[in-house]
Structure formats: C-alpha cells, structure tokens
C-alpha cells in the first residue's frame, strides 16, 4: 500500500508536466505542440460533429470556426458548404501550418481563409459570416466576454453560433485543465458567458450529451437577433 505522503509527492513531481500540457493545449507549439496536434485531432473529433451538427449547415453559408487546431473541424465546414466559404483564426502558428496542409486544396482555391491571431479583434467586417463554430475553444477565452462579442460582431443577424464545452464536472477530473490554462464552465456559466459577448438569453439552447469515458459536454447555439 502506498502511503498518502508519497501519493503526495508523486503528483506533486507531476505538477509541472500537467501544467506544461495544459499551456500546450492552450497555445501547441515546438515538438511537443505537434503530438498536442495529433491528440487533438482524436480527442476533439466527436465535440466537433456535435457542434457542428448543430448549426445545420446550408450549401452557401459563410462559416468561421474560432480555434480550428489542427484543422480537422475546418475540412468539415468545408464539405458542408460546398457554394460557400470557410474561414478560421487561431492563436498557434504550429496548428495554421498543420490545419493548412489538411485543408491545402480549399485554400488553393481560395474557398477557405485561415489567419493566426487573437481571437479579439478579429480581421472580419460586420456580419460576415452565416455560421460560426467554437468547439473545445471557450477555456481560453477571455472572462470580460470580448471574444464572444467579436464572434458576436461578425456574425450576420439571424445567423447561428455554435459551442461545444466539456463540462467542469469532468475537467476537474483532468489534472492538466488548470485555472492558469483552462476557464471551467458548466452549462449556466456557457449562457452567461455567450450572454456577456451580446447573445439574448431566449436566443441561447444549451443541450447535455454524455460522450464515451463517461465525459459530460455541452453544445451551445446562439442565434444573433
């Protein structure tokens, strides 16, 4: 049997690998970003379907995702809006250059715009886009609700934003979503942030799936009046 000090010890000698991981999953960068990427590619692909089932794409809609990591959610967009367009933003030069090379034909042909940068402001006019998708992105957004007011900005009237959240009951479980990397958010938390950026309460649906492991999430729509 082990004793509770050396358990103590143990995860305090972790400390600084879950830590390393959860600024990785904030912003991947270097080699490790890379295997980041590719975990995220798994893990992030049932999150991504859900949100993205959730804003019932039409053909020609003008789509931004917020946060596209290595661009597998992007590719999707993409099949869904084959007379449309797709663009993307993301904090990581590593996963521009991945989500790039995944999706190099749409951005051949100029059907797909991706940029790196802040998520606050964005390089979009008013009401640019039909539908806009934050999957597995909200933990690193701002507490003042500016980054949802951009998505909020550049969202057309009447067009759809959609969320996608793992449930802090579940990533308080995980030792790398830290307070230092990860805001935690359950489904109040997601309405008045979404709320904070300029969304209407009676505009807001938040609906609970449990996802394999047992993993609690939320998906958000918002529609902008």
């Known amino acids: 049997m082990v004793e509770p000090s050396r358990r103590s010890g143990t995860a305090g000698r972790l400390e600084p690998l879950w830590s390393a991981l959860g600024r990785q999953l904030r912003h991947p960068s270097g080699l490790t970003g890379d295997l980041v990427g590719r975990f995220m590619s798994l893990a992030n692909r049932q999150p991504n379907d859900l949100a993205i089932d959730a804003l019932c794409l039409a053909p020609t809609d003008r789509a931004l995702e917020l946060g596209f990591g290595p661009g597998d959610a992007l590719r999707k967009l993409a099949a869904h809006t084959p007379q449309g367009a797709v663009a993307g933003v993301d904090h990581s030069?590593?996963?521009?250059?991945?989500?790039?090379?995944?999706?190099?034909?749409?951005?051949?042909?100029?059907?797909?715009?991706?940029?790196?940068?802040?998520?606050?402001?964005?390089?979009?006019?008013?009401?640019?886009?039909?539908?806009?998708?934050?999957?597995?992105?909200?933990?690193?957004?701002?507490?003042?609700?500016?980054?949802?007011?951009?998505?909020?900005?550049?969202?057309?009237?009447?067009?759809?934003?959609?969320?996608?959240?793992?449930?802090?009951?579940?990533?308080?479980?995980?030792?790398?979503?830290?307070?230092?990397?990860?805001?935690?958010?359950?489904?109040?938390?997601?309405?008045?942030?979404?709320?904070?950026?300029?969304?209407?309460?009676?505009?807001?649906?938040?609906?609970?799936?449990?996802?394999?492991?047992?993993?609690?999430?939320?998906?958000?729509?918002?529609?902008?009046?």
């Not at 579940?170 to 230092?180: C, E, G």
């Not at 969304?199 to 609906?207: H, L, Q, V």
């Open 93 to 225: 030069a590593l996963m521009l250059a991945r989500a790039r090379r995944l999706n190099r034909n749409a951005v051949s042909r100029g059907t797909m715009t991706l940029r790196q940068g802040p998520f606050s402001p964005l390089p979009w006019s008013d009401s640019a886009f039909d539908k806009i998708l934050m999957a597995n992105v909200v933990y690193f957004f701002d507490a003042e609700g500016r980054d949802v007011a951009e998505a909020y900005r550049v969202l057309r009237p009447g067009g759809l934003a959609a969320v996608y959240a793992t449930d802090r009951s579940t990533m308080r479980r995980w030792p790398f979503s830290r307070p230092d990397t990860h805001r935690r958010f359950n489904a109040e938390d997601l309405r008045l942030l979404l709320m904070r950026g300029g969304f209407s309460a009676d505009d807001i649906r938040i609906e609970q799936h449990v996802l394999p492991f047992g993993i609690a999430g939320l998906v958000a729509t918002a529609r902008k009046a």
